[in-house]
């Protein structure tokens, strides 16, 4: 990717309020995961967006260790249904890419995707963030100890379900 932002994505990046510029990049800002997008120019009109998601693998949420078999499961689940990204958005989009790899103790989602309409890329970016996290939430296993940030995602989903008395059910 150019260190150079084209103008037209920096602009729609920086008016949004879920952006906040990172270096040659912009951080999502609605999200606990760390979620980057970068634009470059292609052949034609349409800027090309990458965004990339960290979320920490099931090992590095937990403070309890993982068999390796849910290890494997769950990354393999969290894949397959971060596949469905792109329903996020209210209208189509095609992925150019789409991929989940483990890097140390991070599940890294990246996407890439064209768009010709500035304005509307980072509406398009926001929702992917979004879907990422909580995709991740909903495969949260039960019965393990976790930590921040994940610990902390969870309280505040305890908190705001049910009746308010934080013991709502934990996501699955």
Do not use: C
């Amino acid at each position: 990717m150019s260190s150079t932002l084209p103008e037209r994505a920096v602009r729609a990046l920086e008016s949004h309020d879920a952006f906040e510029r990172d270096g040659d990049a912009f951080a999502v800002t609605t999200t606990r995961f760390d979620g980057r997008v970068t634009a470059e120019p292609t052949d034609g009109w349409p800027l090309h967006y990458r965004l990339e998601v960290r979320a920490p693998t099931l090992q590095a949420a937990t403070a309890d260790e993982v068999g390796e078999a849910l290890v494997e499961g769950w990354f393999d689940t969290y894949e397959l249904r971060l596949e469905d990204a792109p329903k996020a958005v209210r209208a189509d989009l095609d992925l150019e890419e789409q991929r989940v790899v483990a890097e140390g103790d991070d599940a890294v989602a990246v996407f890439g995707f064209e768009e010709g309409n500035a304005d509307r890329a980072p509406d398009v970016v926001k929702a992917i963030a979004e879907y990422v996290e909580g995709t991740y939430m909903e495969g949260i296993v039960p019965g393990y100890e976790y930590v921040p940030p994940v610990s902390e995602m969870l309280s505040q989903a305890r908190q705001s379900g049910g009746d308010g008395d934080g013991g709502g059910p934990m996501p699955l």
